[in-house]
């Protein structure tokens, strides 16, 4: 799963200031659909997210045992004493595999975009990640042939490419030297932006065969 943050990425996306108080936070969720906000200081960078969790604290905090943080949250009534930080953020040229397995790891469902600088420029979500999986076949399978003729130069004639679902099947005959060629076409086919799994037939002559063509 190749591809950039900057070409799956919201780039119309509402932040709040540290200064935005419970309520206004609150308010500014219902219209706007979402469960959470980057939080803003005065130069526009990303210095935490305020969540749904995080404004929840304030009703449930009272009848559980919470950490000191918790606790500090719960009096919280600005977004600098409700969010939580630091922001876990991507950058515009990161890869999309690198942000799903941010979203993973972290356990959060949406990733602020930053620039080196550390300023907003979108937000990518789970949804956007998993977009990448809707390219058309079509165009799958061309971006295949062409890796196999550009990165790897073996013609692309050799080998019969069908791609259904986004699933690659490439069915084919290489030389017996080329093995290690094979082993990293199909690494890469499995990279190659929509791709959800490859199915490989790629056949190589027997290396007795082999020993005899080179003493002849």
């Known amino acids: 799963m190749n591809g950039s943050v900057k070409d799956v990425m919201t780039r119309s996306v509402i932040g ?22 980057p939080v803003l200081d005065s130069a526009d960078r990303v210095v935490g997210v305020v969540s749904e969790a995080d404004l929840l604290l304030k009703e449930v905090g009272p009848g559980l045992t919470l950490s000191r943080g918790e606790r500090m949250k719960a009096a919280g009534m600005t977004a600098a004493e409700l969010m939580s930080t630091p922001a876990i953020t991507t950058h515009p040229d990161a890869s999309v595999a690198e942000a799903a397995k941010i979203m993973y790891t972290r356990r959060v469902k949406r990733l602020p975009v930053v620039e080196d600088d550390g300023r907003l420029v979108g937000i990518i979500s789970r949804v956007d990640v998993l977009s990448v999986f809707g390219r058309p076949d079509d165009q799958i399978g061309d971006d295949v042939r062409k890796l196999i ?15 259904t679902s986004g699933v690659v099947t490439i069915i084919g005959q ?43």
Not at 16 to 37: C, N, Q, W
């Open 16 to 37: 709040v200031r540290e200064t935005a108080g419970f309520k206004d936070i609150l308010i500014a969720m219902r219209p706007y659909g979402v469960s959470a906000f």
């Open 149 to 163: 003729a550009g990165e790897f130069a073996v013609n692309p004639d050799a080998f019969d490419v069908t791609v």
């Open 174 to 216: 290489l030389e017996l030297e080329q093995r290690a060629i094979a082993r990293d076409l199909i690494s890469a086919i499995r990279h190659v932006v929509g791709v959800v799994g490859v199915r490989h037939q790629i056949a190589y002559p027997p290396e007795d065969l082999a020993e005899i063509v080179r003493f002849w």
